[in-house]
């Protein structure tokens, strides 16, 4: 099995190595029309979504997500430049009486020749387009709502996305300590055009957890992952074959906290995917070489610091995945999302897998146009 599956990947590696494909119902950032001033209108976005793992190994944990999350507001358009809409946040587990969280939403967002500025609750999780090494593709799930500043550029020749989370707050005595994240992401259009597409990405981020008026006795982490890499994209306009991308990446891991309670300090990670992006399905091989990288929101599975098992890790990991996704709109304003992700761990000698199903109506409703 070890060597038919090498076998797979290196075949799919040596067409052209490479990684993800932007799938627009994991996305929420959108800009906004002059044309559309005044306007006041309902915004419903539901998600409902099914993800489970099936592993066995000593770094991951598994387990299901099975719910969904309701998110109703209000939106009023003041002009071209200025929008502000709120509303609640809702999200249910099944299997757990009541809401597994309830929260007020809000935010305030001013665009202008590419920049966006927000203020409130942000356009966050998979819109900041990190590699999954560093940014977990579950906090689509657990993690959606991030609350703080964003600036967004968005040129012909560049983007950039700097955001800063506040987490977790602290007043005088507080027995926690304060939590907040911040990174910025950003790519260089090198080429884009209707065939082929050239970028080079860099992305930083640190997650702190700090302060100096609480009493919780912890001391002060920063842990801080980084990522270059190069993107080529191909659009072949084939009746089958629609289009092929290759990203690579070289990821850093250090702890800048001067009291280091981590197990490892700092680490490295070279992380390659190849994607075919077909008229039925996606085929999405990624390699992950990490020595002693440890990604705080990233996803535990390129983790060499095990969730699982307090003190426990693995200094080096080597992982292959070969995933089928099938990603289509199914009506206006409803997409269909479903995955089954293999992979095989080098390192350990196992095959393992997780899958999952999203299924997201977004929409606005006009209300009334208040001049």
Not at 250 to 265: E, N, P, R, T
Not at 312 to 318: A, C, L, Q, V
């Amino acid at each position: 099995m070890k060597n038919l599956f090498a076998l797979a990947f290196s075949f799919l590696l040596s067409l052209s190595l490479f990684a993800q494909i932007e799938y627009p119902i994991f996305k929420d950032s959108a800009t906004f029309q002059a044309a559309d001033s005044g306007k006041l209108s309902l915004q419903i976005d539901n998600l409902n979504y099914l993800r489970n793992y099936e592993y066995s190994g000593n770094i991951p944990l598994s387990y299901t997500l099975f719910g969904y999350q309701l998110i109703p507001q209000l939106k009023y358009q003041l002009n071209e430049n200025f929008q502000i809409k709120g509303g609640i946040f809702l999200q249910r587990e099944f299997g757990r009486d009541g809401f597994y969280q309830i929260a007020p939403v809000l935010t305030a967002k001013y665009q202008k020749n590419g920049f966006s500025f927000l203020l409130g609750t942000l356009e966050g999780s998979l819109n900041h387009r990190f590699i999954e090494p560093i940014y977990d593709v579950e906090s689509i799930i657990s993690d959606r709502l991030e609350q703080g500043a964003q600036l967004i550029f968005n040129r012909k020749r560049w983007w950039l996305d700097w955001y800063i989370d506040w987490e977790k707050a602290i007043v005088q005595n507080s027995p926690y300590r304060e939590e907040f994240t911040t990174g910025v992401s950003s790519r260089v259009k090198l080429i884009n055009n209707d065939r082929l597409n050239i970028e080079l990405p860099l992305q930083a981020m640190v997650a702190h957890k700090g302060g100096q008026i609480d009493t919780s006795g912890l001391p002060v982490e920063s842990l801080l992952n980084t990522a270059l890499g190069a993107s080529f994209t191909f659009n072949t306009a084939g009746s089958f074959l629609k289009a092929v991308r290759t990203e690579h990446y070289f990821a850093y891991y250090k702890d800048l906290s001067g009291q280091k309670v981590q197990l490892y300090k700092d680490g490295t990670g070279w992380y390659s995917s190849l994607l075919f992006k077909t008229k039925w399905l996606d085929i999405d091989a990624r390699y992950w070489k990490g020595h002693q990288f440890y990604g705080p929101r990233g996803g535990a599975l390129y983790s060499s610091i095990s969730e699982k098992i307090p003190g426990y890790g693995e200094p080096d990991r080597e992982l292959l995945f070969l995933s089928l996704i099938y990603d289509r709109p199914l009506f206006p304003y409803v997409n269909f999302d479903v995955r089954l992700e293999p992979y095989y761990d080098l390192r350990n000698g196992m095959l393992e897998y997780s899958y999952s199903l999203f299924l997201r109506f977004n929409k606005d409703f006009l209300l009334n146009r208040i001049k």
